[in-house]
């Protein structure tokens, strides 16, 4: 059974950063992609990241380029999203998930999702 665990969120000021972890457990994922993704209130859940865990090959969302990395650290599990700059509109709930195929920025394509983290980004 598939176990995601993200922990790293919390409160940050506008143009603070903060990083998320995402640990997972239960089986091999050496051919998965790893995504994260948020939902704010009252929103759909939105594609943030994604990074392959076998080459470390790295995609994101227009809105967090430039200011947000995901990467992986294969002998722990682990990956992480490091947030930089960040603004009010980060406010949401960010969720890692896992899957080892389909298109990595469709929710639909994920079968094992974490419990979620909270980040708030005050102004």
């Known amino acids: 059974q598939v176990h995601l665990v993200e922990s790293g969120g919390g409160l940050a000021q506008a143009g603070g950063s903060l990083r998320l972890s995402c640990a997972a457990s239960g089986r091999t994922f050496s051919n998965d992609y790893m995504g994260w993704f948020r939902q704010a209130p009252g929103k759909e859940h939105e594609f943030v990241a994604a990074?392959?865990?076998?080459?470390?090959?790295?995609y994101y969302a227009d809105s967090v380029k430039g200011r947000f990395t995901v990467s992986r650290d294969s002998a722990k599990n682990t990956v992480y999203l490091q947030m930089n700059a960040m603004k009010p509109e980060d406010t949401a709930v960010y969720y890692c998930?896992?899957?080892?195929?389909?298109?990595?920025?469709?929710?639909?394509?994920?079968?094992?999702w974490g419990q979620g983290t909270l980040v708030t980004v005050s102004s």
């Open positions: 998930a896992t899957t080892a195929s389909g298109s990595i920025r469709a929710v639909r394509s994920y079968a094992d």
């Open positions: 990074i392959t865990w076998s080459d470390g090959s790295t």
